[in-house]
């Protein structure tokens, strides 16, 4: 089914007909105004329809460099004399910089639909587009989802264009490229991609483009929509496409060779390609000094290993292997299970079910009270299990250090993966023990060595090694050791390599 932007329909120079059309289109919204104006004394007067939707556009604007001087302008008659095509004179008198010209009936109702005022005049079939377009927009504020303790505290919006100006400002080179589409039968949302040329690899640029132009869909209203559609790989619980809400971390993207997709309407950022090492990265490793930055990320894929395997040891440890425990502490966890009427899988799945309902529930209720409730529900309804003798004491310290490692990686949509494939873990382990994690380790590896994020291996560049870019992988050496970018269509370098700074010599008196 075709909507009403993709029926052509070309102008015709009866401003009737015109005018008829756009009004069949929009209906009878009553935030569509018509006006028409009657301009011009001598020889003949003519007629201007004008049409814009309230709230789409700046009436400031749309008074003082578009009504004001149309009306003003009928009261000159000299000025409407000159041997000049009424056409061109209503192009004169409009006093605003973005002014253009069409003949094609869908691009005129996409401006309108856009913020910007139509002026058809009688008699010619090329209808005036006045670039009014402006509305109410969030100011830019601090990032909510990737805090930093030093860096930028500056965030996308939901307005396309300031987010655009956020890319410039951190980027102010002409070789910074953005390529405009419209996607959506009826929302028409405009995503932009950014990439930097002679940088980027041009087939990722024309593979993105490719695929973004074979999206059919009724409407984008996220990113989100867009990443589920370019994706590599959809039945995955790893992400293949990162997105951010920071303009340091999408420029510093870009500037590794990444593009990044911009949706009118939202504030999250995608980029691609990435790695799996992408997503436990944080833009703040490069605002410190090295060798803090190391140890932080050290940290960082220890808390994810332990998000994903930590509650699965403790059962298979626990239900299989009871001699790997020394003496005490296994009489300690006897104890402390002696009452407890599940099995350990049971038990551990019962907690991270409730951690899960707290966590959303935090998210869902109001920011006010949202964070009061989880803490105290997570308190309260682990201290009540524990002397109810449902769980033991050991399952909390496990279920509650879990969720705290799972808190440490920096990308949300990594976090989740983890969550998911401790699930998975934690019923191979109830099964068959040690065994059991160590073939879903396998698995987890055999299917993370299969990912692409457009063309890109996911595990680059430990599999397959690429000895030139792992110095910015488990590590975060010195900005002077780091050569090569990661993503680029050649080894373009980021400076002078080992260009190591040296204190002057001392002077001697």
């Known amino acids: 089914m075709k909507t009403s932007l993709q029926v052509p329909f070309p102008m015709t120079t009866s401003l009737q007909d015109n005018v008829k059309w756009l009004q069949d289109r929009l209906g009878k919204s009553s935030d569509v105004y018509y006006r028409q104006l009657e301009i011009g004394v001598y020889p003949e007067t003519n007629s201007v329809a004008l049409f814009y939707i309230d709230g789409l556009v700046q009436n400031e604007i749309l008074n003082e460099h578009v009504t004001k001087p149309l009306l003003s302008a009928h009261e000159n008659a000299s000025y409407w004399q ?6 061109d004179l209503l192009c004169q008198a409009i006093t605003i910089s973005e002014l253009t010209l069409s003949k ?6 996409a401006a309108l639909l856009g913020g910007h005022t139509i002026l058809i005049a009688d008699g010619y079939d090329e209808v005036i587009i006045a670039g009014t377009a402006g509305w109410e927009t969030r100011a830019i504020e601090e990032p909510q989802t990737q805090t930093v303790v030093r860096g930028p505290k500056e965030s996308f919006t939901e307005d396309i264009r300031t987010n655009t100006s956020l890319l410039r400002r951190k980027i102010r080179s002409p070789d910074l490229r953005f390529i405009s589409l419209r996607i959506g039968r009826y929302t028409q949302t405009e995503v932009i991609i950014a990439y930097l040329e002679g940088i980027a690899n041009e087939r990722v640029v024309t593979e993105a483009t490719s695929r973004l132009e074979r999206i059919d869909a009724d409407s984008i209203l996220e990113s989100g929509y867009i990443e589920e559609y370019i ?41 691609a390609p990435v790695t799996f090492f992408s997503f436990i990265k944080s833009s703040e490793d490069y605002y410190q000094r090295f060798d803090i930055a190391t140890f932080v990320r050290g940290v960082r894929y220890i808390s994810f290993l332990v998000s994903m395997l930590l509650p699965a040891l403790y059962i298979a440890i626990t239900t299989f292997h009871q001699e790997m425990l020394p003496t005490t502490l296994l009489i300690s966890l006897a104890a402390q299970r002696e009452g407890v009427p599940f099995p350990a899988l049971l038990e551990a799945l019962l907690m991270e079910v409730t951690f899960e309902v707290l966590r959303e529930a935090g998210v869902r209720m109001p920011r006010v009270i949202g964070s009061a409730i989880s803490i105290v529900g997570a308190l309260v309804l682990g201290q009540a299990s524990v002397q109810a003798g449902l769980v033991s004491a050991a399952m909390v310290i496990i279920v509650s250090f879990t969720a705290i490692s799972n808190f440490v990686t920096p990308a949300l949509n990594m976090a989740v993966a983890a969550r998911l494939i401790r699930f998975g873990l934690m019923l ?13 380790c396998m698995a987890i590896l055999i299917h993370l060595a299969s990912l692409r994020s457009f063309g890109v291996p996911y595990l680059t560049p430990v599999a397959p090694l690429a000895v030139s870019h792992i110095k910015d992988t488990l590590l975060r050496v010195p900005r002077w050791l780091t050569g090569i970018r990661p993503f680029t269509r050649s080894n373009a370098t980021r400076n002078k390599p080992y260009d190591k700074p040296s204190p002057p010599k001392r002077d001697r008196y």
Not at 104 to 109: D, F, H, Q, S
Not at 232 to 247: A, C
Not at 255 to 263: C, P, R, Y
């Open 82 to 87: 000159q041997d000049i095509c009424f056409h």
């Open 104 to 109: 094609e009936g869908t691009a005129v109702l």
């Open 231 to 271: 994706e590599d790989v959809t039945y995955s619980p790893f992400p293949t496409i990162m997105n951010s809400e920071r303009p340091d971390a999408v420029a510093a993207g870009i500037l590794e060779g990444q593009i990044a997709i911009l949706v009118d309407g939202t504030p999250f950022v995608l980029q």
């Open 428 to 440: 191979l382990a109830g099964s068959f023990g040690l065994f059991g994690i160590l073939t879903g």
